[in-house]
């Protein structure tokens, strides 16, 4: 069934786009956006009086306004259990479980879940010591890369040249607490240098749809006035398949799931099997 009333959770750029998508589909009748911004008023009703933080009010609204789907944009709420409270009331919901979004909260929960499943990532570690960390930053050998565990708004990242920079991340991540709790751990990994792109799988747990391989990255506060930082899709050249699979967060064996993508010279596969 093609959802008439759709509800977005959230206020950015993300949710701004998704909003006015949905809006343009021929099937949606309303979009509602909570808490939204007036720059979303031309695609959606907003309900600027719901706190950014409430789930509770989030359900009460979608329940009073009769949506079809609530679809979450943000990161934090659906790492806070937002899919879950609306799955909970019965409410549809696009967007993952408190357990699956560990993927994108933790990034050493991600590690772990990589490791498992055989899917290659870049040698390191993760610290809830400072002076770990840096000595086995030095162990590594410049350049290394210095991630802070939690959600970081899209700033807990940073790509250290030189060690002297890497001891800096470190305690601006941990001990001058620069992301709150989410720096008290951190992940140390070895630079990987080359050209790089994202693949989002959609799934319900029985299938995935892999979308197209996209590339957005730029450093934060980077001064660029020859080149505009922005994010496209497809990536040249780029080519993706995917089988089905079933997350390690659903009961269940999981079926192996695929995808690589094929961007000019380099190419990347990714496999994730039971774990």
């Known amino acids: 069934m093609i959802p008439r009333r759709v509800m977005m959770r959230g206020s950015g750029g993300r949710e701004h786009a998704l909003a006015w998508r949905l809006r343009a589909d021929p099937g949606v009748e309303r979009v509602l956006v909570a ?6 008023a031309a695609v959606a009703d907003l309900h600027t009086e719901v706190a950014v933080g409430d789930s509770a009010a989030i359900a009460a609204l979608a329940r ?4 079809d789907l609530v679809v979450v944009g943000p990161e934090r709420p659906l790492a806070g259990g937002l899919a879950d409270l609306l799955v909970a009331a019965g409410i549809p919901v696009f967007g993952p479980s408190a357990e699956a979004a560990r993927l994108e909260a933790s990034k050493a929960f991600c590690r772990d879940v990589a ?3 055989g899917v290659p990532m870049a040698d390191g ?4 010591d400072p002076a770990a960390a840096s000595a086995f930053a030095r162990r590594l050998g410049a350049p290394v890369v210095v991630k802070a565990d939690g959600l970081a708004d899209g700033k807990g990242v940073t790509v250290c040249a030189t060690l002297q920079e890497a001891d800096e991340a470190i305690h601006d991540a941990m001990s001058a607490r620069r992301f709150g709790l989410a720096g008290d751990r951190v992940v140390v990994e070895r630079a990987l ?3 790089e792109a994202s ?4 799934t319900d747990g029985t299938t995935t749809l892999a979308l ?6 730029k450093r934060a ?3 660029t006035p020859a080149r505009t930082p922005a994010a496209w899709a497809p990536t040249r050249r780029s080519r993706i398949s995917a089988t089905p699979m079933r997350p390690p967060w659903w009961n269940g064996s999981m079926r192996r799931c695929w995808l690589s993508w094929h961007d000019g010279g380099s190419r990347s596969r990714v496999r994730s099997t039971p774990v």
Request: glycine letters at 12%; hydrophobic letters at 35%; proline letters at 9%.
């Open 35 to 40: 808490p939204g911004d007036p720059g979303m």
């Open 212 to 217: 197209p391989a996209a590339r957005d990255h």
């Open 115 to 117: 490791q498992a499943a």
């Open 193 to 195: 240098v080359g050209r």
């Open 125 to 128: 570690r993760v610290f809830d």
């Open 64 to 67: 009073e306004s009769g949506v």
């Open 199 to 202: 693949v989002v799988c959609l």
């Open 221 to 223: 506060e980077e001064e």
